[in-house]
């Protein structure tokens, strides 16, 4: 069992972060996890061909299946959504001593892996070859799915924020996971951890993941600061296909517009938007402000981040189009 106790500031510290270097991470872990078939099936098997000719030890020694990896391969986010490069760029900035003791800290009477050596002979070294293999690996499997993913992780954001304003902090951190248990200013994580965790006004970050499921991960070494990983909400539904709008929704308020409303199935941002229908930002921009001049669709702010999603007269706009799942129009 895991405890992370609360001092009086920590309530008010907590936050969220979306993090694409902490996703690749737990990507790695589910190649190795029979039990991600169940919820990325479609995924693995296109990522496992297109990884083939890729060194995986060394990734799956630092991420093993069964075990914890070193902190210092995913910092916790440093805002509400990360990009690779700068979290990458702070996972090579690491201290080498720190990596050493972290690497060292997980060997136990075994000794350090062949895998991992060059990470206590040569810290500054080996974490960048690390930083390159990473990159290869996720122009492979990961950037082309990554507006898809991050879309659901995005909305597991503005979810859990909406959440915490209707139910505060107990109603977030019991749905989280079954796992997870809030009471007396303790969050207590049944699962087969023996250790507690005194947040001292460091506060927690949570980070939302679609890959992590079915278990959580903490991050909890100094000098980061304390970081739970969870699954995100709707994760199985990251690989469905959204279909395209009627032609009669099409022709009652235009093809682009349909497609943005067709495409809200989860909250998403205008850039998001933009990349997935390889549309311009400024024309999302201004389709998504007369969708909502229309009471089509809601926004919220996030932190930086602003949200959309369709609202109750979008979802029953659509449906009265009729909803269709065969190729068909697209924004452009």
């Not at 009652?252 to 349909?258: F, K, S």
């Amino acid at each position: 069992m895991l405890t992370i106790r609360f001092g009086p500031s920590d309530l008010a510290s907590v936050r969220f972060g979306v993090s694409p270097l902490i996703e690749l991470w737990q990507s790695v872990r589910a190649l190795q996890n029979p039990v991600a078939r169940a919820l990325h099936s479609p995924w693995l098997a296109d990522a496992r061909a297109r990884v083939r000719d890729l060194d995986f030890t060394m990734l799956q020694t630092l991420q093993p299946l069964n075990g914890c990896g070193p902190d210092f391969i995913h910092p916790p986010p440093a805002g509400t959504c990360g990009e690779l490069e700068l979290e990458l760029a702070r996972m090579v900035a690491t201290p080498g001593d720190q990596i050493r003791r972290e690497v060292r800290g997980l060997a136990g009477n075994d000794g350090v892996p062949p895998a991992l050596r060059r990470f206590v002979e040569s810290p500054d070294a080996a974490v960048g070859q690390l930083a390159e293999l990473l990159r290869g690996y996720w122009r492979r499997v990961l950037e082309p799915h990554w507006e898809r993913i991050r879309t659901g992780l995005e909305g597991d954001v503005l979810y859990r924020a909406q959440q915490t304003t209707g139910g505060g902090l107990r109603a977030l951190f019991e749905d989280i996971d079954e796992s997870v248990h809030y009471e007396d200013a303790q969050l207590v994580i049944h699962k087969p951890w023996d250790r507690s965790v005194e947040l001292s006004g460091r506060g927690l970050v949570l980070v939302p993941s679609v890959f992590i499921w079915p278990s959580v991960a903490i991050i909890d070494g100094a000098p980061w600061q304390p970081t739970l990983i969870y699954p995100a909400r709707g994760c199985g539904l990251v690989w469905e296909p959204v279909g395209p709008p009627s032609e009669g929704l099409a022709a009652l308020i235009g093809t682009r517009r349909a497609t943005i409303l067709a495409s809200l199935e989860g909250p998403c941002s205008t850039t998001g938007l933009a990349r997935q229908l390889e549309v311009g930002p400024a024309s999302i921009s201004q389709h998504l402000a007369v969708l909502h001049d229309a009471g089509l669709i809601e926004r919220r702010r996030v932190g930086r981040l602003v949200l959309y999603r369709r609202s109750e007269a979008g979802n029953l706009l659509l449906d009265a189009g009729g909803r269709r799942s065969a190729a068909g129009l697209r924004a452009a």
